[in-house]
Protein backbone atom coordinates (compact mmCIF):
# COMPACT_ATOMS: atom_id res chain seq x y z
CA UNK A 1 0.00 0.00 0.00
CA UNK A 2 1.76 3.40 -1.18
CA UNK A 3 0.81 6.53 0.00
CA UNK A 4 2.09 9.52 -2.09
CA UNK A 5 2.52 13.16 -2.73
CA UNK A 6 2.64 14.56 -6.00
CA UNK A 7 6.18 16.20 -6.18
CA UNK A 8 5.91 17.20 -9.52
CA UNK A 9 6.08 21.24 -7.99
CA UNK A 10 9.55 21.59 -7.29
CA UNK A 11 9.73 24.95 -5.43
CA UNK A 12 6.79 23.89 -3.43
CA UNK A 13 8.36 20.37 -2.65
CA UNK A 14 11.95 22.05 -1.54
CA UNK A 15 9.38 24.47 0.84
CA UNK A 16 7.40 21.64 2.62
CA UNK A 17 9.84 18.56 2.28
CA UNK A 18 10.22 18.11 6.00
CA UNK A 19 6.68 19.40 7.37
CA UNK A 20 5.80 16.41 4.27
CA UNK A 21 8.08 13.96 5.51
CA UNK A 22 7.19 14.40 9.09
CA UNK A 23 3.62 14.47 7.93
CA UNK A 24 4.41 10.70 5.53
CA UNK A 25 5.83 9.67 8.67
CA UNK A 26 2.64 9.92 10.80
CA UNK A 27 0.52 8.91 8.18
CA UNK A 28 2.77 5.58 7.88
CA UNK A 29 2.51 4.49 11.57
CA UNK A 30 -0.96 4.71 11.43
CA UNK A 31 -1.46 2.46 8.52
CA UNK A 32 1.18 0.21 9.70
CA UNK A 33 -0.81 0.04 13.56
CA UNK A 34 -3.88 -0.49 11.78
CA UNK A 35 -2.76 -3.33 9.76
CA UNK A 36 -1.11 -5.14 12.47
CA UNK A 37 -4.63 -4.48 14.23
CA UNK A 38 -6.79 -6.22 11.60
CA UNK A 39 -4.01 -8.93 10.25
CA UNK A 40 -5.39 -12.52 10.57
CA UNK A 41 -3.91 -14.08 13.44
CA UNK A 42 -2.71 -17.54 13.47
CA UNK A 43 1.27 -17.76 14.34
CA UNK A 44 2.01 -13.80 14.80
CA UNK A 45 4.11 -14.08 12.00
CA UNK A 46 2.36 -11.77 9.28
CA UNK A 47 1.29 -9.31 12.02
CA UNK A 48 5.05 -8.96 13.40
CA UNK A 49 6.38 -8.70 9.16
CA UNK A 50 4.06 -5.33 8.74
CA UNK A 51 6.38 -3.33 8.45
CA UNK A 52 7.00 0.78 7.01
CA UNK A 53 9.90 1.63 4.73
CA UNK A 54 11.01 4.75 5.96
CA UNK A 55 14.15 5.42 3.53
CA UNK A 56 11.32 6.14 1.12
CA UNK A 57 10.05 8.86 2.78
CA UNK A 58 12.42 11.32 1.94
CA UNK A 59 11.14 11.38 -2.15
CA UNK A 60 7.43 11.40 -0.91
CA UNK A 61 6.29 8.18 -0.18
CA UNK A 62 5.78 6.28 2.50
CA UNK A 63 5.19 2.36 1.61
CA UNK A 64 4.02 0.15 4.51
CA UNK A 65 4.84 -3.84 3.45
CA UNK A 66 5.19 -7.47 4.60
CA UNK A 67 8.30 -9.26 3.17
CA UNK A 68 5.43 -12.83 4.22
CA UNK A 69 5.20 -14.87 1.18
CA UNK A 70 1.34 -14.93 1.69
CA UNK A 71 0.40 -11.77 2.93
CA UNK A 72 -0.81 -10.50 -0.40
CA UNK A 73 -3.28 -14.13 -0.15
CA UNK A 74 -4.11 -13.24 3.01
CA UNK A 75 -4.98 -9.94 2.16
CA UNK A 76 -6.96 -10.49 -1.44
CA UNK A 77 -8.12 -14.08 -0.77
CA UNK A 78 -8.14 -15.29 2.83
CA UNK A 79 -10.32 -18.78 2.83
CA UNK A 80 -9.29 -19.35 6.40
CA UNK A 81 -10.57 -15.92 7.89
CA UNK A 82 -12.66 -13.95 5.36
CA UNK A 83 -13.72 -11.59 8.27
CA UNK A 84 -10.42 -10.67 8.22
CA UNK A 85 -9.81 -9.71 4.65
CA UNK A 86 -8.56 -6.48 3.46
CA UNK A 87 -6.46 -5.66 6.45
CA UNK A 88 -4.61 -3.40 5.05
CA UNK A 89 -6.66 -2.12 2.81
CA UNK A 90 -9.19 -0.83 5.94
CA UNK A 91 -6.42 1.51 6.87
CA UNK A 92 -7.89 4.17 5.40
CA UNK A 93 -12.21 4.24 6.37
CA UNK A 94 -11.13 3.22 9.78
CA UNK A 95 -8.74 6.32 10.48
CA UNK A 96 -9.99 8.79 8.32
CA UNK A 97 -10.12 11.37 10.57
CA UNK A 98 -7.32 10.69 12.64
CA UNK A 99 -4.98 11.07 8.96
CA UNK A 100 -6.95 14.36 7.87
CA UNK A 101 -5.90 15.99 10.83
CA UNK A 102 -2.18 14.56 10.65
CA UNK A 103 -2.34 16.47 7.02
CA UNK A 104 -4.21 19.31 8.34
CA UNK A 105 -1.59 19.58 11.02
CA UNK A 106 1.20 19.32 9.00
CA UNK A 107 0.05 22.32 5.95
CA UNK A 108 -0.98 24.73 9.17
CA UNK A 109 2.76 24.22 10.49
CA UNK A 110 3.69 24.73 6.86
CA UNK A 111 1.69 28.14 6.15
CA UNK A 112 2.49 29.43 9.44
Not at 31 to 52: E, F, H
Not at 81 to 89: D, E, I
Amino acid sequence: MRVEIDSRIPKMWENVSSAIQLMLMDVANVIQNSAKQNAPYLTGTLRKSINTDFNKIQRGTAVVWSPVKYARVREYVNNKNPQTKYYLRRWYSENEMKIQKIVKDALNKQMK
